[in-house]
């Protein structure tokens, strides 16, 4: 029975990749699954090593901390309601290592079934850009690429944060030396860079600039690709806006405009120059949050509360103050769970800085006597996607998003607590 409920397990798994691609219902509900199977198998067979842990240890105590803030906060109900099953999310990570100890050819499987996953939500992506519409008729409004079994525009954030991941396995799981698996890499890299150009998500095309950036200085191998990965993909995107208007506007021109604080209409200036921060609703909505937060830097006003305390008009900026969350990861931790909260957040930051930083001067880390292995350090530059502070971010506590986030932890806990030598797996 316990063999049947990890397989039930471990084929969720494997649909997570796809499962993101129809919007938050699916992902949610699998990992909810997969993490109540877990706890029903570990707790039964007493396996405690998943939970004794410096990740576990730090996220529980930052979980209760929202709770805390919850209950702290004036909106003590909507607040518990927006956290009370956050930790889902960090039992779904320690499911991940768990499977993957159990079914030894499970990141091997995983990585072919995301690769063909992966390689859907492209070709779906080139599919709306030159038709309007997703394989299965879905339209983004404002010509936007959505996803592909939903209308939200999110392709570009599926393909940006979920790339590294993808890159992390199939160095793991294939001999990428090989010509075959050069190009392939290659291709791969050069159509994802272009399509999330295409998707006109900014924020997107951020996060992929900023993953090549620490691809080049941090991976040990793929000098080569590298090189003509960036060169091709400059030529086409230079391209593109050469003969797409649409594209080159909302990419550069609009970006220019709101970044500067000028907005157009039919030639005419709608408001003075004024340096703002990404656009005028962003820079709205971020000092509205900064304002709640010295006002309630401590502890902040309570987890997933801006939506609520926005409203009010000590902190109101303008009339596009107010949203369900201020669009910045760090400005809606310190206006919701203050600096104590932003502490937990730091501290992460703190640790992938210092496996970096020691892996790029090939300095042993203490704790393992071991330098990071190029699978290991693509999963760490998932992180830095989702803790980067200087892009627009979904709601940190959002049940999409946070599949993507928690996804790579999974890989990363086996990579440095599994007992079999990761080295001698990669390419083997």
């Known amino acids: 029975m316990q063999k049947r409920f990890i397989n039930l397990s471990t084929y969720l798994l494997y649909l ?34 998943y ?14 901390y929202l ?24 039992i779904f990570a320690l499911a991940v290592w768990f499977l993957i100890d159990e079914e030894k050819k499970l990141i091997r499987n995983f990585t072919l079934i995301f690769i063909a996953t992966f390689l859907l939500a492209l070709l779906d992506g080139y599919y709306q850009y030159f038709n309007g519409q997703s394989l299965f008729g879905y339209t983004a409004p404002g010509n936007r690429l959505n996803l592909l079994f939903n209308d939200d525009r999110i392709l570009g954030g599926y393909l940006s944060r979920l790339f590294p991941l993808l890159i992390a396995l199939v160095i793991f799981s294939f001999k990428v030396e090989k010509y075959s698996h ?3 890499f290659t291709a791969l890299f050069i159509a994802t860079n272009l399509l999330i150009y295409l998707t006109g998500e900014r ?26 990965t960036i060169t091709i993909s400059f030529m086409l995107i ?12 909302r990419n550069i021109i609009h970006t220019f405009e709101q970044i500067s604080g000028i907005m157009y209409t039919d030639g005419l200036e709608l408001s003075s120059k004024n340096l703002v921060i990404f656009s005028p609703q962003h820079h709205s909505m971020y000092v ?5 937060f010295l006002d309630n830097p401590i502890f902040g006003s309570g987890s997933d509360t801006f939506r609520y305390v926005c409203s009010e008009q000590k902190y109101a900026y303008d009339h596009r103050s107010c949203n369900t969350h201020p669009h910045n990861t760090y400005i809606q931790l310190l206006s919701e769970i203050g600096i104590i909260g932003v502490a937990f957040v730091l501290i992460i930051i703190s640790y992938i800085c210092r496996l970096l930083f020691y892996n790029l001067i090939n300095k042993k880390l203490t704790a393992n006597n071991k330098i990071l292995n190029d699978y290991q350090t693509s999963l760490l530059i998932c992180f830095i996607l989702t803790l980067f502070p200087m892009l627009p971010t979904q709601n940190f506590f959002n049940n999409w998003i946070n ?10 806990l086996h990579s440095i607590y599994s007992n079999i030598k990761i080295d001698d797996k990669i390419n083997d």
């Open 51 to 64: 939970f004794k842990n410096n990740y576990f240890y730090l996220f529980i105590t930052f979980y209760f």
């Open 182 to 184: 050069l190009f392939f």
């Open 403 to 412: 599949v993507i986030y928690y996804l790579p932890i999974g890989f990363y």
């Open 203 to 228: 924020t997107a095309i951020g996060l992929t600039i900023l993953t090549f950036f620490l691809f080049i200085i941090f991976l040990k191998k793929f000098k080569k690709i590298k090189i003509i």
């Open 238 to 249: 230079i391209i593109v806006s050469v003969f797409d208007d649409e594209i080159r506007k």
């Open 16 to 49: 997570i990749p796809f499962a993101i691609l129809t919007g938050p219902f699916l992902p949610d509900l699998f990992i909810s699954i997969i993490g109540l199977i877990f706890l029903i198998i570990t707790i039964i067979n007493k396996q405690w090593k």
């Open 67 to 90: 709770i805390f803030s919850s209950i702290n906060s004036y909106f003590l109900l909507d607040s518990l309601e927006g956290i009370f099953f956050y930790f889902r999310f960090a």
């Open 288 to 292: 509205t949050g900064w304002r709640i």
